[in-house]
């Protein structure tokens, strides 16, 4: 059996990986791009998986006075949309990191 010292480090050890590999599935997913999309493609709002925008197009069709108020919904779904596929992003990322951790199943770490 093992002394409470080592059990300690092999726990802190374990903590730095942990870390680490969540630093770096952070880094990834500020890397990985999704793209929303409204109005049958007529909007689209590009993002990260960690749901940072990177960008809005709205289609010059759409750029009438009187059509502001269907743009600026379409822009709200072309963000949700981009916001939903970011957020599937990023749990398999983290679904990723979680299975490289060896963890029994049903177990998981907060924030994973």
Do not use: H
């Amino acid at each position: 059996m093992k002394s409470m010292e080592e059990m300690i480090a092999a726990a802190q050890k374990a903590a730095e990986q942990i870390q680490t590999q969540m630093g770096q599935a952070q880094a990834k997913l500020d890397t990985i791009e999704v793209e929303g999309a409204a109005g049958g493609g007529l909007v689209k709002v590009r993002a990260t998986a960690r749901g940072r925008i990177l960008g809005v197009s709205i289609d010059d069709s759409l750029m009438k006075p009187e059509e502001k108020q269907m743009v600026e919904d379409l822009v709200a779904a072309a963000f949700n949309d981009a916001r939903d596929k970011a957020d599937r992003k990023s749990a398999e990322e983290m679904q990723q990191i979680q299975g490289g951790l060896g963890l029994p199943p049903g177990m998981t770490f907060p924030g994973l």
